[in-house]
């Protein structure tokens, strides 16, 4: 079966880092998704990486991947109150209709 | 990244009634588009898989007369309510696959539907 399941809540104070949790129990995914959602609003891609990568950084985003343990995880660098929002993790086996598989969400809190 | 609209953003309708739904790649062509279900507070859920020039592809418990779903063109897919009930008031968010990246699938803002 395909479940993702997220912690559902965070927070932290503005500068400090964020790390969100995902984990998975398809191990034929092929791509693993971050998402952004902001209230009332769709999702936003904020990054993805590909099963046979361990780590992938893309300005304040770190993304790494255990395989193995099928654990995800999203770290956001000196967080800011704009990314209060709820992060989705998602999988994907790939293929012309692949089909996103979704966590439970993460609703993160930035205090001031 | 790659835009996808939707429109409208919110709609308020009687019970009964029919509600269409559209959804377009603005910058890419899109063989390939999904839409979802977003209840308040949860995750999102695939209700059907679009494909340009065929059927779609409903998932299980979704009712293919219910929620009519047309994919006439590459950049544009249509989900059509019909005879609304207030259980189907919901965020209805559709998304489509770019074929050029990583399987990657780029949402629509979605759309409020309220049924009263």
């Known amino acids: 079966g395909e479940d993702v399941e997220q912690s559902l809540f965070l927070s932290v104070r503005e500068g400090d880092s964020s790390v969100i949790n995902c984990t998975y129990t398809?191990?034929?995914?092929?791509?693993l998704y971050w998402y952004k959602q902001e209230p009332g609003a769709g999702l936003q891609l904020l990054t993805y990486?590909?099963?046979?990568?361990d780590m992938k950084q893309d300005q304040r985003l770190t993304v790494l991947l255990n395989k193995k343990d099928k654990h995800l995880s999203l770290r956001i660098a000196d967080t800011q109150t704009g990314d209060s929002a709820i992060y989705f993790c998602?999988?994907?086996?790939?293929?012309?209709?692949?089909?996103?598989?979704f966590g439970t969400g993460t609703r993160l809190q930035v205090t001031l | 990244g790659a835009v996808v609209s939707q429109h409208p953003s919110w709609v308020i309708c009687k019970s009964g009634t029919s509600v269409k739904i559209e959804c377009r790649s603005l910058?890419?062509?899109?063989?390939?588009m999904f839409w979802y279900r977003q209840f308040p507070k949860q995750s999102l859920m695939l209700m059907a898989t679009?494909?340009?020039?065929?059927?779609?592809?409903?998932e299980q418990g979704v009712e293919k007369d219910k929620f009519l779903i047309n994919h006439a063109s590459l950049t544009l897919s249509t989900l059509t309510v019909t005879s609304a009930h207030p259980e189907d008031s919901s965020f209805y968010i559709c998304?489509?696959?770019?074929?050029?990246?990583?399987?990657?699938?780029?949402f629509g803002p979605g759309t409020r539907l309220t049924v009263l």
């Open positions: 998304s489509a696959r770019d074929p050029r990246g990583a399987d990657t699938q780029y």
């Open positions: 398809d191990s034929s995914s092929t791509y």
């Open positions: 990486i590909f099963s046979n990568m």
């Open positions: 998602a999988e994907s086996l790939g293929g012309t209709a692949s089909k996103l598989t």
């Open positions: 910058d890419f062509q899109a063989t390939t």
């Open positions: 679009s494909n340009e020039g065929s059927k779609a592809t409903y």
